[in-house]
């Protein structure tokens, strides 16, 4: 009797281990080497961008700020050090404590009607067929794709206040002592007008979003709940809404950070004016900085602005953590 100790190969599978476990070509061995590192090597140009467009210049803003540099040491090119007397100048006025608090009912208020808007738009989405979704997708897209510059001096010619067309449509309604009224006389009609400027441009970021999270709730939870005899509402708030409670976090912080630093939108319109009244921290620090020519004590101010800015980042992920424990 003849005993067998070694078998042929059978066939293309064996063929394939030998092949699984023969030397590795050049490829191999070099992703064997650097597999540890792969992800870091990936992660290294989007690393080294972030460094040289943000880090360095929020490195030198941060050494600005502790620097009394007006136009006259920027003439000489003299560096003159006075440690923490721009903040200490700062935290001890009131402006920047008025400013401060002005800044947050801004965004407060902005950040509230443009997620019950932009959330009510992305619901009508889901709702409407396939052509007026289309149609209403479009308007949005072109109206969140205009340049803030453009989308400004829109507004400035829309509330103009000879040629305006919201004070010629308000006259031949029958308010005729707005035919010539100055939407930017008096700080809240130009609060009023930023407002309406800033929620139009941020509703089709939520709306469009919105519509994309109710794609991706399965359409057995709703013919479970109308089974157990939910109606719309109660569909709403046990279906739709805890898929959605993610998104609305993410989405309400992202409008937060937009929000209280639109510069572009305050200061084009009339310029934090009148009488500084409608100044918000951005703008705050620019005038202080540049238009007063105290670039160190606006430089103080851009910095505690970014302060703020992660206290409220801090906030936010202490709510998504929270809301992971009580998930898990």
Not at 92 to 110: C, K, M, P, Q, Y
Not at 297 to 316: D, F, K, P, R, S
Request: glycine residues 8%; aromatic residues 12%; proline residues 5%.
């Amino acid at each position: 009797m003849t005993v067998q100790t070694e078998r042929p190969p059978s066939g293309p599978v064996d063929v394939a281990k030998r092949a699984e476990s023969g030397p590795a070509g050049p490829g191999r061995r070099a992703a064997s080497r650097l597999g540890p590192l792969t992800p870091y090597l990936l992660l290294l140009p989007a690393c080294a961008a972030t460094v040289l467009l943000l880090g360095w210049p929020l490195l030198k803003d941060v050494l600005l700020s502790f620097q009394n540099l007006n136009m006259a040491q920027l003439i000489q090119h003299v560096t003159e050090w006075n440690g923490i007397d721009n903040y200490k100048e700062v935290l001890t006025g009131e402006d920047f404590w008025r400013v401060t608090l002005r800044s947050i009912l801004f965004t407060a208020v902005n950040v509230v009607l443009i997620m019950i808007l932009g959330a009510l738009v992305g619901l009508l989405l889901a709702r409407l067929g396939r052509r007026m979704r289309v149609t209403l997708m479009i308007g949005l897209v072109l109206a969140w794709a205009m340049p803030v510059v453009a989308a400004t001096t829109v507004y400035q010619w829309l509330f103009a206040q000879r040629f305006g067309v919201v004070n010629w449509v308000l006259d031949k309604l029958g308010w005729h002592s707005m035919a010539d009224y100055s939407w930017t006389s008096s700080q809240m009609s130009t609060f009023f007008v930023v407002t309406v400027l800033i929620v139009w441009q941020s509703i089709p970021f939520v709306a469009i979003n919105l519509y994309a999270a109710t794609t991706t709730i399965p359409s057995e939870l709703y013919e479970a709940a109308s089974l157990d005899g939910a109606g719309g509402w109660q569909s709403f708030t046990t279906v739709t809404l805890p898929f959605l409670r993610p998104f609305l976090y993410a989405t309400t912080f992202l409008e937060v950070i937009w929000v209280f630093k639109a510069f572009v939108q305050v200061f084009t319109i009339n310029g934090g004016g009148p009488d500084r009244l409608t100044e918000i921290l951005p703008v705050y620090a620019y005038i202080e900085g540049v238009g007063n020519q105290h670039y160190g004590m606006g430089a103080a101010i851009a910095v505690l602005t970014i302060l703020i800015l992660l206290g409220l980042t801090a906030y936010y992920l202490r709510i998504v953590l929270k809301q992971e424990e009580e998930e898990v």
